[in-house]
DNA sequence: AAATTAATTTAGGTATGACTAAAATCACTT
DNA sequence: AAGTGATTTTAGTCATACCTAAATTAATTT
């Protein structure tokens, strides 16, 4: 077994890769609170376990162990949060923070009653996929709904988890995955969006509409009024 | 917030001071898993915090401080081997296991869903009191089944979780928690004890006997044969 | 090409919580 | 009262994972 220290650096690595491809020593001292420093001597100690790769100033990648490893935190933490979801009613804003701690603490075979009780399920309760044990994965193709056009349409496919406040704020509007959602007017200058939820009709931040992904993208694309 | 380290410390003292009354360095040491020398220092400690109180060569005593935090970890240890046994099947010779790593994760706001889930219990899966969140702690006053006579009877009250295996055996005969019983003979010399379970007859090893505790004991105490 | 700035690494240090070996104290026996 | 053995404490180390400050390398501007 690894520490926890080594479970977070896994997983954060993994996580940068999905979403900037690059992993550099200041992002990963960045999304783990950490001085660069730190990071630094962690990634020298985990290229010697053989679980990254490491160019001098050039950033890092996982070998398949390391992968293998990140993948099963990764598969910790979704599968807590959609436990503590559906079997506890925690709000969806909250179940991160919880799954950060619990992901550590996992045994196999709770994980597996977990994962039975809830019926093998694929996806957590932000969307984002749930590797199965032998390490599979399914990513959706989505896009921000920022970049989406007037007249489009689409289905919610993920949340970011990354802020609690983000998740209120977006969850008011009913924007859970699985909601289909219709963009009817974008503001100019990265302004603000115009969609319909259903029947309700809501105006969304152009920050937050960064970290709204949509898939399944119909529609003819009208202009940026 | 206080250590993993220390949490466990303080629920170790707490527990042998429930089983033994008096709580030696060696006590713990055992009881933790570590040497005596690292008792000793982590006592030191303790006492700066004002968690307990320490006279050189003569044991360790919780303060009210102490014993709040104690109980608290108590309560969390509990409330999940309830939680895990009712919720997700896991049998009561592991539940233990599994609350060890999970007590020192657990938010106040999950403890309240789980104690609401669970109805507010008052007993774990091997009938020890569950303290309430204020720190009140019901004991039941109970004997070992090995202090029982033939011709008594009387319900099973608590098992010692300590280990599995134990937990195993005593739960092959239906041993449980409430479960009502009534001994037929006693051997001499800390012999076996027969007893009956509801209409199954078992005999149940002395060592054993020593770790099931009977509550509201009744009936003509015989001789031991 | 040199200078500036940003990113990364090296060097040296700290707190936590464990360890071993040796010394001190206590409890008991004779 | 002294000696023996068990218990406890002291002293000194170690690994983990963090830190700051300084040095190095890379990237960008002038």
């Known amino acids: 077994m690894y520490t926890e220290s080594i479970e977070n650096y896994l997983k954060a690595i993994y996580e940068i890769q999905r979403e900037k491809g690059k992993v550099s020593t200041n992002a990963l001292s960045e999304k783990l609170g950490v001085a660069p420093a730190s990071v630094t001597s962690m990634i020298k100690k985990l290229s010697e376990k053989k679980l990254l790769t490491h160019k001098r100033y050039q950033g890092v990648k996982l ?63 932000h969307g984002s996929p749930i590797p199965s044990r032998d390490g599979t994965i399914i990513e959706l193709d989505s ?9 489009q349409h689409g289905v919610v496919a993920e949340v970011s988890d990354r802020d609690p406040n983000l998740l209120r704020y977006v969850g008011k509007m009913g924007l859970y995955p699985k909601t289909r959602v219709k963009v009817v007017s974008v503001e100019p200058f990265s302004g603000p969006i115009t969609l319909k ?20 993208v119909k529609g003819n694309p009208g202009e940026v009024i």
């Open 63 to 125: 070998t398949q162990s390391g992968q293998k490893i990140a993948l099963e935190v990764v598969r910790h933490h979704r599968l807590i949060e959609l436990y503590l979801a559906e079997a506890l009613g925690v709000p969806w804003d909250q179940v991160h923070e919880e799954a950060e701690k619990w992901e550590h603490v996992l045994s196999e075979d709770l994980e597996d009653r977990m994962d039975a009780a809830l019926g093998h399920p694929t996806r957590d309760p």
């Open 197 to 216: 939820v259903g029947d309700a009709s809501h105006v969304l931040g152009a920050e937050a509409a960064q970290y709204v992904f949509i898939t399944d």
């Open 143 to 151: 896009i921000p709904l920022a970049d989406m056009r007037p007249g």
